[in-house]
């Protein structure tokens, strides 16, 4: 079992930033990749980035390329959500998930962290 819990959001203005951060604990060794989801009120969860736990390759959506950075810490077993020039749509619930790599899904998920924009 793997456990997640995230951290780190907050209001704040459009324009600003914020560092959302997801600490894992448990079965670290069965990591395959570590990702950040996101879900708006009335909308579905989406897809926002992922890195690879070995080898750092990372994925992002288009809708947040260029403004927001996905990083790991693994000595800390930490990964990091940079998030820069926040807009009002960015508002949501933001869930860390972690995939073994045995199914395309991700297995485990975090809590969720709440991310607000005002215009």
């Known amino acids: 079992q793997v456990q997640l819990v995230e951290s780190g959001g907050g209001l704040v203005q459009a324009g600003g930033s914020l560092r959302l951060s997801c600490a894992a604990s448990g079965s670290i060794f069965s990591i395959n990749t570590m990702g950040w989801y996101r879900q708006a009120p009335g909308k579905e969860r989406e897809f926002v980035a992922a890195?690879?736990?070995?080898?750092?390759?990372?994925y992002y959506a288009d809708f947040v390329k260029g403004r927001f950075t996905i990083s790991r810490d693994n000595p800390k077993n930490t990964v990091n959500l940079q998030m820069s020039s926040l807009k009002p749509e960015d508002t949501a619930i933001y869930y860390c998930?972690?995939?073994?790599?045995?199914?395309?899904?991700?297995?485990?998920w975090g809590q969720g962290t709440q991310v607000t924009v005002s215009s």
């Open positions: 890195i690879r736990w070995s080898g750092g390759s990372t």
């Open positions: 998930a972690a995939n073994r790599g045995i199914t395309k899904g991700y297995d485990y």
